[in-house]
């Protein structure tokens, strides 16, 4: 079965780090790129980050709203996926969910998601 | 960036009903529109894609169009397990967008 396990999420203070973890199964995960999206309470959903895979050259995409701040790297050789998120800020608080591209061309199209991991950025 | 407008932005319809949300682009982006359906506290399903390509494993009642840059999904009769909020999300250029969204009850 194909899946996308997130973790990593918790209550930080504004200013401080977090890194959450995307564990897949189920498939080659080298061969498909992924998203990073987020959720704030009560919204809709913001697409974050992209990052292809080593075929396409592992390359890298970011929203303006967290570009400089937050960094998605993958572990092809553990099938893990990364989102390095630095100086949190209170409006950074959202349920993340990391995505896979649902063909190894494919860049915008997802179809397999985690189910989530909660981030509260509060002091 | 492209802007997606999405619209209603609630939707309150009977059984049976048949059903349209409509997601317009700032700029052209092709064929390049995904809907995706999202339940309270689950992650979004992709329902529809390129469009009008229905991911497998959807039913037939859920289906997508395009004229220009106005996008539509239809539900040609409303099922109760319908209920969810629904968004459409551009692909054609970084960074990826989503519509507002648009709550689905019955």
């Known amino acids: 079965e194909v899946q996308l396990v997130e973790s990593g999420g918790g209550l930080v203070q504004p200013g401080r780090s977090l890194r959450l973890s995307c564990k897949t199964s189920?498939?080659?995960?080298?061969?498909?790129?992924l998203s990073w999206f987020r959720q704030a309470p009560g919204k809709g959903l913001e697409w974050l980050t992209f990052?292809?895979?080593?075929?396409?050259?592992?390359?890298?995409e970011y929203a303006a709203s967290v570009k400089g701040r937050f960094t998605i790297s993958r572990d092809d050789s553990e099938g893990i996926a990364y989102l390095q998120m630095n100086t949190l800020k209170p409006e950074d608080t959202a349920v993340y969910y990391c995505?896979?591209?649902?063909?190894?061309?494919?860049?915008?199209?997802?179809?397999?998601w985690g189910q989530g991991t909660m981030v509260t950025v509060s002091s | 960036d492209i802007q997606m407008t999405q619209s209603p932005s609630s939707l309150s319809a009977s059984v049976g009903d048949r059903v349209t949300i409509t997601c317009q682009a700032s700029?052209?982006?092709?064929?390049?529109l995904n809907w995706y359906q999202q339940k309270p506290g689950k992650a979004p399903k992709l329902l529809i894609y390129?469009?009008?390509k229905l991911e497998i494993g959807v039913p037939k009642r859920f289906s997508g169009s395009r004229s220009g840059t106005d996008f539509t999904i239809t539900i040609s009769s409303l099922q109760p397990e319908d209920v969810a909020t629904y968004y459409c999300?551009?692909?054609?250029?970084?960074?990826?967008?989503f519509g507002q969204g648009t709550k689905l009850e019955i």
């Open positions: 999300q551009q692909y054609n250029s970084f960074p990826f967008t």
């Open positions: 700029q052209d982006i092709r064929i390049y």
């Open positions: 390129d469009a009008s």
């Open positions: 189920g498939f080659t995960f080298g061969d498909y790129g």
């Open positions: 995505a896979r591209v649902r063909c190894t061309s494919c860049s915008g199209l997802y179809d397999i």
């Open positions: 990052i292809r895979s080593e075929a396409y050259g592992g390359t890298t």
